[in-house]
């Protein structure tokens, strides 16, 4: 992982980007990776939360809720770039389930395209 090398690290990290855990990878300067899902576009809306209970960025992969909390929803599922391949990205997206549950994964999809 030299500074001038291209490369991805991505994955379900069960936690989120600001989280004590991951600061070691995330915020080590030497590494200096960029959180390709800062900003991602939805491929459709998420379902309907009731008031209060939406989810403040489109920033998020994973819902859990609580019984009797109202729903979290976090960035489980990371992709960081290598300073060198982040000027590649092209665009960042989470496709929305229909569902919350049942279909077969706790979590949203999300990818990122890179123009090399």
């Known amino acids: 992982m030299r500074p001038d090398s291209r490369y991805i690290v991505l994955?379900?990290?069960?936690?989120?980007?600001?989280?004590?855990?991951?600061?070691?990878?995330?915020?080590?300067?030497?590494?200096?990776?960029?959180?390709?899902?800062?900003?991602?576009?939805?491929?459709r809306p998420s379902k309907d939360e009731k008031p209060g209970e939406a989810p403040t960025?489109?920033?998020?992969?994973?819902?859990?809720?609580?019984?009797?909390?109202?729903?979290?929803?976090?960035?489980?599922?990371?992709?960081?770039?290598?300073?060198?391949?982040?000027?590649?990205?092209t665009g960042a997206f989470i496709d929305r389930r229909e569902r919350h549950g049942g279909d077969g994964s706790d979590h949203d999809p999300a990818w990122i395209t890179l123009e090399l």
């Open 11 to 43: 994955g379900d990290m069960n936690d989120p980007p600001d989280s004590p855990h991951l600061a070691p990878m995330t915020t080590t300067p030497d590494l200096g990776l960029v959180d390709a899902l800062a900003a991602p576009q939805e491929t």
């Open 57 to 89: 960025t489109a920033a998020w992969t994973h819902r859990f809720k609580k019984s009797g909390q109202p729903p979290e929803h976090e960035l489980y599922d990371q992709i960081w770039l290598s300073p060198r391949l982040a000027g590649k990205q």
